[in-house]
Every structure is written in structure tokens, then in C-alpha cells.
């Protein structure tokens, strides 16, 4: 099977085309809406949409291949979780790398000489058009950190073998982590 393609010609038939859309809440992170579109059996459906301004994320990498990984908790999910670095963008036209920089060196302390994307990535497409843009930073130099007033978490070096290891068996639930340990693996051939 060819999963390479040409969306206009080949995939028209599975577009579907808004016909009204309705605010149902606009908060600080999130919009959501209540869309009504057509089918390309020309039967009508309701999507619930989740706008989101859009993110970053960064794998920073040791010259020891140890990744700098933050403890945080996260209310929604009423735990605390390992997470790579990252944050959302302050407006929608802000300069990706430029914004990656800041919430490295805010959570972290640490800045870096050499920055390469990584890639992008939808997080929940079925419900929310956020993309996070993926960085992984190598000459790492420690810092202080500068954080929020409303934001608590702390930082470790953690081996990258030892990431992989615990993504493959479950231990890292946080998907643009997963994604990041397991690009930046292949990426540096461990």
C-alpha cells in the first residue's frame, strides 16, 4: 500500500466541509467549537473541535546521552508524570524555535548551541487541530531556571537508553515524549 499521496485527488471524497459552526467555550488555551459539516455522502454530522493556539517540545541531549526530563504533576490527569520540556505558543505567529528557547531555559535553566526540528506532530486529531512542533538541543549548558509563578517541577538527567526502555514498556504515558525519546533514539543511532 502507497500511503504517500496527493490530498486533493486522491482523498476528496473523505473531506468534509463545514456548513455553520457555533462557540461553545473560548478560554486561555482552549476554543471550543460545536461544527456542523457535510458528508461526502451529502448526510450532515457534528464535530466538537478543540482549537488550540499550538506548542513546542524539546529532547535536550547530554554529550553523555542523558536527556534533561522534567517531574511534573498535570491536574487532568491527577498524577505526576515525566515530560520532556515544553510549552504553548504565547501567540499563534510566534517563532517556534524562539519560543522552545524560552521554556527550556524557563523550566529547565539550560540553554543549547545546536537545535534541529524534529518534526511535527497532532497529538488528539480526532478532536483538537493543536501540532506540536519537535526539537531535540545538544550542547546543553546549565542555568538557573526561571519559572512561572503557577508552575512546580523538577528537573533530572535521565540516560536515553533508559527512556527508550521505559516508553517501549509503558512507564512514559505522555505521547509528545514518547515521540521525541524514540525519534531522538533512531536519530543518534542508540
Not at 542523558?66 to 511534573?72: P, T
Not at 524557563?106 to 483538537?128: M, V
Amino acid at each position: 500500500m502507497n500511503y504517500h499521496f496527493d490530498p486533493e485527488s486522491e482523498c476528496a471524497r473523505l473531506v468534509e466541509k463545514p456548513s455553520s459552526s457555533e462557540d461553545i467555550f473560548n478560554g486561555i488555551v482552549l476554543h471550543v467549537k460545536r461544527d456542523t459539516v457535510t458528508l461526502s455522502n451529502e448526510s450532515t454530522a457534528v464535530r466538537e473541535v478543540i482549537r488550540h493556539i499550538g506548542a513546542v517540545c524539546v529532547i535536550p541531549v547530554t554529550e553523555n546521552n542523558e536527556v534533561i526530563m522534567e517531574r511534573q504533576y498535570r491536574y487532568p490527569l491527577d498524577k505526576v508524570i515525566w515530560e520532556i520540556p515544553a510549552g504553548k505558543l504565547d501567540t499563534p505567529d510566534e517563532d517556534r524555535l524562539s519560543a522552545i528557547q524560552r521554556e527550556l531555559r524557563e523550566e529547565t535553566g539550560f540553554t543549547a548551541d545546536e537545535w534541529t526540528e524534529i518534526g511535527d506532530f497532532h497529538p488528539a486529531p480526532a478532536y483538537c487541530d493543536e501540532y506540536i512542533t519537535m526539537y531535540m538541543a545538544r550542547g546543553l549548558h546549565k542555568g538557573e531556571q526561571d519559572l512561572d509563578a503557577d508552575e512546580f517541577l523538577d528537573v533530572y538527567a535521565v540516560p536515553l537508553a533508559d527512556l527508550v526502555r521505559d516508553v517501549m514498556e509503558g512507564r512514559i504515558s505522555d505521547a509528545k515524549t514518547q515521540v521525541c525519546v524514540l525519534k531522538a533514539a533512531r536519530i543518534l543511532g542508540l
